[in-house]
């Protein structure tokens, strides 16, 4: 499989993927202008063109995970492989619990140690969740959006498209998060957010807007 990034993000990828199967050989996509993490650069083989990437995908596998934690890069590279004839392929540790009818249905979506959904839950194409985050029943995640490492989603709450949840933040029950939101490490989001805000704190409140 190709991951695409080779930062510190595709590491956490390689390690959910390694779990998944040792026998994995995966190689990397990244641009040429990106700084490579050295254990990946050593130890894999690294692509630093879209030639090289398509070549791969049309004569070793098709396959191809999102390795980025870049909203907005994720969004685009998928695109931009998915028009080269590549398939977008989820990553889900052993260790996540993830209701089987959903397992089955997931787009291209990054799921790390411990993270749990529960059933009733609708997870957007490409989205991560992250270390031991929790999306409990009935939430809604948009397309490419990160749900940070403990992270707690309650009930019917929803995440839009392309937004970010900052480690450790809570979204109460039926709270609607807009498209493009950042929200803060550690928040508590009490009340609707709309789009493109910056939001922090307990309770949480809007610092920046579009």
Do not use: W
């Amino acid at each position: 499989m190709l991951i695409l990034g080779a930062g510190g993000f595709a590491n956490q990828v390689l390690f959910a993927m390694q779990r998944m199967d040792a026998t994995l050989n995966p190689a990397f996509f990244c641009d040429p202008e990106f700084q490579v993490d050295t254990h990946l650069n050593q130890q894999f083989k690294l692509l630093r063109s879209v030639q090289l990437a398509k070549h791969y995908l049309e004569t070793v596998d098709n396959r191809f995970c999102l390795g980025t934690g870049v909203r907005t890069n994720r969004a685009e590279m998928c695109e931009r492989f998915e028009k080269i004839g590549g398939t977008l392929t989820s990553v889900i540790d052993p260790s996540a619990v993830l209701p089987t009818g959903l397992l089955n249905n997931l787009s291209g979506v990054i799921c790390l140690a411990q993270a749990i959904v529960e059933p009733t839950c609708s997870i957007g194409k490409g989205v991560i969740l992250n270390l031991g985050s929790m999306v409990t029943h009935q939430v809604s995640v948009g397309d490419f959006a990160e749900i940070g490492p403990g992270v707690k989603l309650l009930g019917k709450s929803k995440v839009g498209t392309q937004s970010f949840l900052g480690a450790g933040s809570i979204v109460l029950p039926g709270v609607k998060i807009g498209d493009f939101v950042t929200v803060g490490a550690g928040s508590v989001v009490t009340k609707d957010l709309p789009n493109g805000v910056m939001a922090y704190g307990n309770p949480a409140r809007i610092v920046t807007r579009k």
